[in-house]
């Protein structure tokens, strides 16, 4: 059973630049939550989808949207990189009706320059 | 907004010796979640605690949890060096939007 999938596991992106990031859920799990952890710093929630659409966001710019497919499978999109932006981007699923457990993706590695 | 704080930020511990990281948080939640996270890698979920007195133990971790007092501990029982890792806790804000704390690096030396 394929557990969280995140592509590409590194990125390296130009300020100024859009990058998209992509998270297939586990088997089963029908909600993704998307979260950025800069280095030294604890998990920031950045949104989550549920029947694709946006449930519930942080406190995070327009700059991050996202999209959730019929499939359950998400994207996480970022216009006009910065430099802050550089982190590791963890997606998270999980059955929002069974209240199941989170699972996490092993995380995508952005670099911006 | 929920906030959630742990400590200490940092540990050294010997070998063999016992120690406790607190997480308190700011608002009540019905679970409550401990994780691992080793250098460059993602996280691994450690226990999920769901009521108020909940006891969990795997190996040489324990975590606990009393919702009255807004507190979890995370104990560890006789150190060995592979527990040396960063360890978060994180607060269910509204399903599944989870605030984690400031982490505790844990390093265990001979």
């Known amino acids: 059973d394929a557990g969280v999938t995140q592509s590409p596991t590194h990125l390296i992106k130009t300020r100024g630049q859009q990058v998209t990031l992509r998270c297939s859920p586990k088997s089963g799990h029908d909600t993704v939550s998307w979260y950025q952890q800069a280095l030294g710093q604890g998990p920031q929630f950045i949104f989550q989808y549920y029947e694709e659409e946006e449930r519930q966001r942080g406190n995070f710019p327009d700059r991050f949207s996202g999209h959730q497919f019929p499939n359950y499978s998400s994207e996480l999109n970022v216009n006009a990189l910065l430099l802050g932006d550089s982190a590791l981007y963890l997606c998270?699923?999980?059955?929002?009706?069974?209240?199941?457990?989170?699972?996490f993706g092993n995380g995508t590695r952005l670099t911006v320059t | 907004e929920l906030k959630v704080e742990q400590n200490p930020l940092f540990l050294s511990m010997q070998e063999g010796k016992n120690y406790t990281i607190y997480c308190n948080y700011s608002?009540?939640?019905?679970?409550l979640y401990w994780y691992r996270q080793d250098p460059g890698k993602s996280l691994e979920s450690l226990f999920v605690?769901?009521?108020?007195?909940a006891v969990k133990q795997e190996g040489r971790l324990m975590a606990s949890l009393d919702t009255k007092a807004r507190l979890s501990t995370l104990h560890i029982t006789a150190a060995v060096h592979d527990l040396s890792a960063t360890y978060f806790c994180?607060?269910?804000?509204?399903?599944?939007?989870?605030?984690f704390g400031t982490g505790t690096r844990l390093q265990v030396f001979p």
């Open positions: 998270a699923s999980s059955l929002l009706t069974g209240r199941s457990p989170l699972h």
């Open positions: 994180a607060v269910d804000y509204n399903t599944d939007k989870l605030i």
């Open positions: 605690l769901l009521s108020n007195g």
């Open positions: 608002t009540t939640s019905d679970r």
